[in-house]
């Protein structure tokens, strides 16, 4: 089973920065998978916050364009989140995902533990 683990949440200002990782396990071919961050702030529906694609595509929610970028490195099998100029709306537990798309009805995924970002003064 594909393993996810991030890592990098944490207490920060309003207007301050914070940079996620999540780092994968078991997975065969990490170059080749979509990642992407995920979050969920309590009593709100889980929603993307950013993907990047295998071919380094990335795709940006409208409520993070401009603050957050998405990177990854394949050889550390590890995607980022560098979130800059934080608020208060962005305090959520923040999950990565991993997904590749095996057939056309067949998809893996797998998904991290979350990591909480708690953005207050």
């Known amino acids: 089973q594909v393993q996810l683990v991030e890592s990098g949440g944490g207490l920060v200002q309003p207007g301050g920065s914070l940079r996620l990782s999540c780092t994968a396990s078991n997975i065969r071919g990490f170059r080749l998978w979509t990642m992407g961050w995920y979050r969920q702030a309590p009593g709100k529906e889980r929603e993307s916050v950013a993907v990047?694609?295998?071919?380094?595509?990335?795709v940006y929610a409208n409520s993070v364009q401009g603050r957050f970028i998405i990177s990854r490195d394949n050889i550390l099998n590890t995607v980022y989140l560098q979130m800059n100029i934080l608020k208060p709306e962005d305090t959520a537990v923040y999950y990565c995902?991993?997904?590749?798309?095996?057939?056309?009805?067949?998809?893996?995924?797998?998904w991290g533990q979350g990591t909480l970002v708690t953005v207050s003064s």
């Open positions: 990047i694609t295998d071919d380094g595509g990335k």
């Open positions: 995902k991993a997904k590749r798309q095996v057939s056309i009805e067949g998809v893996l995924e797998a």
